[in-house]
């Protein structure tokens, strides 16, 4: 081979590498593209986490250094009607003051008192959780409860709502599916001297067709459908708010007619535990 062929040879060799490293330096470059694209995504549309989030923990009001741990909590109960409730379109004085008069740290765990009066969800164990502060005032406000009113509280979970109710009815009976749940808020209700309440281990898809009729129901966890024991339960003029759906949920406001029929109407969109039991059982098939 003369030296201008070798010359020609190693000329085409050289030009060979070069491309093979410019595509492979193009190949990594989309491949670090592809990949951190979808991580971008994840972290501009994170999913959501199992457990709520404290959006806004009570604050420990610095500038009153003096203050006990109960007068904070005291401060932090105004500071819950002002912003989250009556801020928003919690109008109903009676609702109000209940919700002024429940001290809501004493329904959470130790743990998270500090944050009792943050406009949020919080769990309460066993995979539950009490509704934020606004929710369990609408709810209430849309049943309008009368002091002579029977209510009926399904999902009573740690005995909040059922405190509330007892703080505007008559009499409350409450059902909790979870037995310490249920074991807890009664002896947590009966502490606190709401001779008003009973509370009972069982499942609320049914009712409780022995002090039926009621007034208000109120259901604080989501099956697929409304039941209709809780609508045969209803009084007639009753009221009955129950978040219904298991991938996307409404908060479903039901109203029994003098003559037996129903007026229902969609409020809000909402978030809260499905409905477990025989609600379960039903959406499984």
Request: charged share 25%; with cysteine; glycine share 8%.
């Amino acid at each position: 081979m003369s030296s201008a062929e070798r010359s020609g040879q190693q000329r085409s060799t050289g030009t060979f590498m070069v491309v093979v490293l410019v595509l492979a330096a193009a190949g990594i470059a989309l491949f670090t593209l592809f990949e951190r694209e979808p991580t971008a995504d994840r972290q501009e549309n994170p999913v959501a986490e199992s457990e709520p989030t404290v959006e806004k923990p009570v604050v420990a009001t610095a500038s009153k250094p003096g203050l006990s741990e109960e007068a904070r909590f005291v401060e932090a109960r105004k500071e819950m009607l002002e912003d989250d409730l009556r801020g928003r379109d919690i109008t109903d004085a009676r609702v109000l003051r209940a919700m002024s008069s429940v001290p809501r740290q004493l329904f959470v765990p130790e743990e998270l008192k500090h944050a009792a009066y943050a406009d949020g969800p919080l769990p309460i164990g066993h995979g539950q959780t009490i509704s934020q502060p606004y929710i369990v005032a609408l709810m209430t406000q849309l049943v309008d409860p009368k002091p002579e009113s029977k209510a009926l509280d399904v999902g009573t979970g740690s005995g909040y709502q059922a405190a509330v109710l007892a703080e505007l009815c008559e009499k409350v009976y409450g059902i909790e599916i979870v037995k310490p749940l249920a074991d807890t808020a009664k002896q947590r209700l009966d502490e606190l001297g709401y001779e008003n309440v009973t509370v009972r281990h069982g499942d609320g898809y049914g009712g409780w067709p022995e002090h039926a009729p009621f007034d208000v129901i109120i259901v604080a966890a989501a099956p697929d459908h409304v039941p209709q024991a809780l609508i045969d339960q209803l009084a007639p003029g009753g009221r009955l708010v129950i978040p219904v759906g298991r991938f996307y949920q409404e908060l479903i406001y039901i109203e029994k007619q003098t003559d037996g029929t129903v007026r229902r109407k969609s409020v809000a969109g909402v978030a809260f535990v499905p409905m477990t039991g025989k609600a379960e059982e039903g959406a499984r098939k």
